[in-house]
Every structure is written in structure tokens, then in C-alpha cells.
């Protein structure tokens, strides 16, 4: 079945980078896109930015413009999340998510499925 | 562009009908998605653009709504349907979901 499993819990520093990955399985990993999400306690959802498996394209929500970095390697069948100048406010759950798109009367739908399972990443001195 | 649901919690019954209604501040055409949230869980598709019902998701789950204005309706809540749902806009970036709505047993 399709499936996404996160890599585990971190503990950063302020200041420190984390990466997070997001391995693949029960398709084919360069025929989709991801996308990485983000939920901090209390908060509600927040979309972080995109990469094409297969071409390595990105695209990137502003608020996160100079701080991440998405890549991918093919081979393993895995997707990174690098996320860089931690704060206290990057303490929250990390998922990475397959987009799933359908054409539909004209229009191209999308929507996320499946998730990975969430790696919790908190931030503290 | 801004989703805002209501309400934000609900207390319900076993068997009550239910909806929830997800508003965007300026149109997104169909590109809205309804997930469910279990705690500790990641969220699950219910639904997508905007009416489609995911596959394995019970029929009592149904959803609408076009341009700025969806709803969410369970027909007769379960006790698994006792979560939390968010909706979601795929319509242009950044992407953006609701603030939530948390559905407790009355």
C-alpha cells in the first residue's frame, strides 16, 4: 500500500538546523510531488512548500523563503525537509505528503494523500 | 487566502447530524479539501474538490459548497467520527487550511 514513514523525534537548539525525512513506498516515488506541513501546539495546519520528485522542482510558502530546503533522492526512494535558524516557534510536527491530482471539468484537482505519520521537532535551550 | 470554519468546537450525540462550515475570503472554485484529524494521528482526506468522497470513507460523510462557501455534513455521527476536521484550499499559494473544528461527545 502507499505509504509515507517520517524519521524520528529531534531536539534542536535555537539557531540549529534540522532535517527531516520522508521515505516513500507502494508507488512510484518520481511521479509524484510532496509537500511538507507543519503543525505546532494548539496551531492549526501550515503548509511549508512542495518538491517534484521526479524534476526536483520546488516551490515554497514566503514565510519559509531562505530558511528551508526540500530535496530528494531517487535511489532511496526519499524525500528532506531542511529547515534552518530554528526559533522556538518551529517547535511542532513535521509531515511530509503525497499530492494526488485529477482532472476534473476542466479543472486539475488536487488534494494530499497519504500523510507520513509526523516527526515531532522541538526547539529549546 | 484566509479559511475560517465554524464553529471551532462542537459538542454532539451519537447519532446527531452535524455541519460544518468552511469560508474562504475570496474564491477558490473547487479546490477545497475536507481532512480528519485523531489525536497523536495524521490527518486523513474525507474529502476532496469539494464533494468527492475518498474511498473507504462512510457514505454518512458528505460535502459541498463552490467560490467561497463549503460545508461539511456527517448525517449521524459514530463514535469514530469524533475528531477533529480541517479544510484546506488548493487554489493558489500558500496553501492554506482552516483553523480547525473539534468535534466532542456531548
Known amino acids: 500500500q502507499v505509504q509515507l514513514v517520517q524519521s524520528g523525534a529531534e531536539v534542536k537548539k535555537p539557531g540549529a538546523s534540522v532535517k527531516v525525512s520522508c521515505k516513500a513506498s507502494g508507488y512510484i516515488f518520481t511521479n509524484y510531488t510532496l509537500h511538507w506541513v507543519r503543525q505546532a501546539p494548539g496551531q492549526r495546519l501550515e503548509w511549508m512548500g512542495w518538491?517534484?520528485?521526479?524534476?526536483?522542482?520546488?516551490q515554497f510558502s514566503q514565510k519559509f523563503q531562505g530558511r528551508i530546503t526540500l530535496t530528494r533522492d531517487t535511489s532511496a526512494n526519499t524525500a528532506y525537509m531542511e529547515l534552518s535558524s530554528l526559533t522556538s516557534e518551529d517547535t511542532a510536527v513535521y509531515y511530509c505528503?503525497?499530492?494526488?491530482?485529477?482532472?476534473?471539468?476542466?479543472?486539475?484537482?488536487?488534494?494530499?494523500?497519504?500523510w507520513g505519520q509526523g516527526t515531532l521537532v522541538t526547539v529549546s535551550s | 487566502i484566509q479559511l475560517t470554519q465554524s464553529p471551532s468546537s462542537l459538542s454532539a450525540s451519537v447519532g446527531d447530524r452535524v455541519t460544518i462550515t468552511c469560508r474562504a475570503s475570496q474564491g477558490i472554485r473547487g479546490y477545497l479539501v475536507w481532512y480528519q484529524q485523531k489525536p497523536g494521528q495524521a490527518p486523513q482526506v474525507l474529502i476532496y474538490?469539494?464533494?468527492t468522497l475518498q474511498g473507504g470513507v462512510p457514505s454518512r460523510f458528505s460535502g459541498s459548497g463552490s467560490g467561497t462557501h463549503f460545508t461539511l455534513t456527517i448525517s449521524s455521527l459514530q463514535p469514530e467520527d469524533f475528531a477533529t476536521y480541517y479544510c484546506?484550499?488548493?487554489?493558489?499559494?500558500?496553501?492554506?487550511f482552516g483553523q480547525g473544528t473539534k468535534l466532542e461527545i456531548k
Open positions: 505528503a503525497r499530492q494526488v491530482t485529477a482532472p476534473v471539468n476542466g479543472l486539475l484537482l488536487r488534494w494530499f494523500d497519504p
Open positions: 518538491i517534484n520528485a521526479g524534476n526536483e522542482n520546488t
Open positions: 484546506q484550499q488548493l487554489n493558489s499559494y500558500p496553501y492554506t
Open positions: 474538490p469539494a464533494s
